[in-house]
């Protein structure tokens, strides 16, 4: 089967958050609050057990250039749909005990909700910050990729939904080569920091659901550098395995002498 | 004609931010409105904090001290110590490992389905190998506690030492692993404070295990040479972790310094590390003065524990800290 990604472009997106609707009514998520929290129109604030898709609104002190919302004090105004990343390597699949997390026929990472035991361990081991447990149900939930929908060929709900075509669905390849063809055209129209994201040179391995963004990937929350923490594993169990070879010793050494 | 005054105005923008604040606005903690895009989005979290509660902590401290205690039955076995302090030792593997899951499964978001752990074996998640290690040592607990009470109760033929041996050698084994996994698992996260001390944190939970089960072994009496020599070991050990965390102090690891987890881990590396320290120095005659080291080391030794998880919730929240790290190229492996 075909790997599938989301090339998500943030120069096209209009921060209508069509898309955390459509999301939330397909897969039926709950609610996930309703704060005003001040920080532009981002009431979302990041994504969770229950939001799957988050629009963030960038606020940049920028009078010119590329991007400015033309009021009073411009400002330049960023709109991006952030969604779990679906890595090549994923922390939370390798992490989770139980084997509820798995990699679909196309690509993705899907938590199955009947195995999963709500041991939270996926939770920490995600370096993007996406999946989380549900306090009330007690099982990590995140995207699915809309697995339901792509398995009777359908696009996914929140790529049907956007009105710009910003979240865009298809073959992983092919967007691939869409975003690097994007961003050249953006550089040649002035957008002089316009970029990828799609960490394929960390030991993440690159992910399905990839970004067109302005800009440094920390504005928008986005690890610089993510890594999967089985990278890790060989230097702490190394450490474990000496330290108990030491630890033995010392014990015996403590009876030896009485 | 002019075309209509826009609403979108700065004035009415600000009005609205007005009435957010007016009714109680979450805004992660900034004063707002807030410019975006200064090394953070808007410093909200880019990661989550973990969601374990009290019995995590627990579960790492009673599994410390039951596996080290394993370790130290058959090592004591081996030079042949004292039967009861061998016996007691046996027994206190036996109990944590028949406690320890209880408390994992407590925590658990869907506590039925515990027996899920059992469905893979997996290498690559120290949680699965944990679970599976939990099990290795709890049947080897009950052996080494079954055939040892065998011996003591008269059945001393030849396959009832050998199970003993058995039980014992693959209980200080599983042991070993149990409290010293639970390192692992914290430290091969994407917790920054965790994965940035993984190589620390296995050596530091033995010692911790180590000088615990030595404690309660001579809280129980066993004031011999043997637990004198693994106090003042391990709380040496501990004193010069705590000195050289004072000393270092990068700024992945300002959770363990600032705030009321900084609080618990200072309380829990003092108590662990000088106070017992200091008491069994001057205080190492009298049985009341080796009891109270015992009781300081201890609890400082759960202490630690709960700081170092919870200390794993304010470094989830420090997206300027955890970029840094990364544009420094510190967190590659």
């Known amino acids: 089967m075909t790997k599938t990604a989301f090339l998500t472009d943030s120069t096209i997106c ?3 958050k069509a898309c955390e609707v459509a999301c939330k009514e397909w897969n039926e998520v709950p609610a996930d609050g309703m704060d005003w929290s001040g920080l532009s129109y981002d009431n979302t604030k990041s994504l969770g057990a229950s939001t799957w898709r988050h629009v963030l609104f960038l606020e940049q002190p920028q009078a010119a250039g590329p991007q400015i919302a033309d009021t009073q004090d411009p400002f330049r105004w960023i709109f991006l749909s952030d969604v779990c990343k679906h890595c090549a390597n994923s922390g939370c699949l390798e992490a989770c005990p139980t084997g509820s ?39 990590a939930f995140k995207c699915t990729f809309c697995y339901d929908r792509q398995k009777v060929g359908l696009m996914p709900a929140c790529a049907t939904a956007c009105p710009t075509q910003s979240i865009q669905f298809g073959p992983l390849d092919e967007l691939r080569e869409r975003a690097k063809t994007r961003v050249m055209e953006l550089q040649e129209r002035g957008y002089a920091d316009a970029r990828v994201y799609d960490p394929q040179e960390t030991s993440v391995g ?50 030896a002498v009485r | 004609m002019a075309s209509p005054k826009p609403k979108a105005t700065e004035e009415r923008l600000a009005e609205i931010r ?53 370790c130290i039955a058959f090592a004591a076995q081996l030079f042949r ?26 925590d658990l978001g869907r506590p039925s389905r515990f027996l899920n752990m059992l469905r893979t074996f997996k290498p ?48 200080a084994l599983t042991g070993l692993l149990l409290a010293s996994y639970t390192g692992v698992l914290i430290g091969a996260t994407a917790i920054p404070v965790w994965s940035q001390n993984r190589k620390f944190l296995p050596a530091h ?30 709380s040496g050990l501990e004193t010069i972790f705590e000195i050289l ?54 609890l400082g030794a759960l202490l630690s524990r709960c700081a170092w998880i919870w200390a794993g919730r304010t470094s989830a929240k420090m997206p300027e800290t955890q970029f840094a790290l990364q544009r420094s190229g510190k967190t590659k492996p």
């Open chain 1, 206 to 255: 690159g992910i399905h659901a990839f970004f067109v963004i302005l800009g440094e990937p920390e504005n928008y929350n986005l690890p610089p550098a993510p890594e999967v923490p089985t990278v890790y594993l060989k230097s702490a169990w190394t450490s474990a395995f000496v330290s108990a070879a030491v630890l033995f010793t010392v014990v015996c050494a403590a009876f």
């Open chain 1, 14 to 16: 209009i921060g209508c």
């Open chain 2, 18 to 70: 007005r009435v957010a604040a007016e009714n109680a606005a979450t805004n992660g903690g900034t004063n707002h409105p807030q410019i975006a895009g200064q090394g953070s989005y808007y410093n909200l979290p880019a990661l989550k904090p973990p969601v374990w509660t009290w019995e995590v902590p627990l579960y790492f401290f009673i599994g410390g001290i039951s596996g080290v205690s394993s």
């Open chain 2, 245 to 298: 965390f004072n000393v270092r102090k990068p700024a992945v690891d300002a959770p363990l310094h600032h705030g009321r987890y900084g609080i618990l881990f200072r309380t829990a590396g003092l108590l662990e590390g000088p106070a017992s320290l200091l008491v069994r120095v001057f205080w190492r005659s009298a049985p009341a003065g080796r009891h109270t080291a015992a009781v300081c080391f201890l």
């Open chain 2, 81 to 106: 110590a004292d039967p009861s302090l061998i016996r007691l030792a046996l027994w206190i593997g036996l109990i944590g490992a028949a406690v320890c899951p209880m408390l994992l499964i407590a």
């Open chain 2, 124 to 171: 690559k998640s120290p949680m699965s190998m944990g679970s599976w290690i939990l099990v290795a040592f709890s049947g080897c607990a009950f052996l080494g506690v079954l055939t040892n009470e065998l011996v003591l109760r008269g059945f001393s033929f030849p396959i009832v030492f050998a199970m003993r041996w058995l039980g014992e050698a693959s209980g």
């Open chain 1, 101 to 139: 997390i798995v990699r679909t026929e196309f690509g993705s990472v899907f938590v199955q909700p009947d195995i999963c035991n709500g041991c939270g361990y996926c939770v920490v081991s995600c370096p993007f910050g996406v999946i989380d447990r549900r306090p009330e149900d007690g099982r």
């Open chain 2, 205 to 234: 939970f033995l010692t911790s295990g180590l000088g615990g089960a030595s404690g309660i072994l001579e809280l129980a009496g066993f004031l011999i040479p043997a637990t004198q020599i693994l106090g003042f070991v391990t």
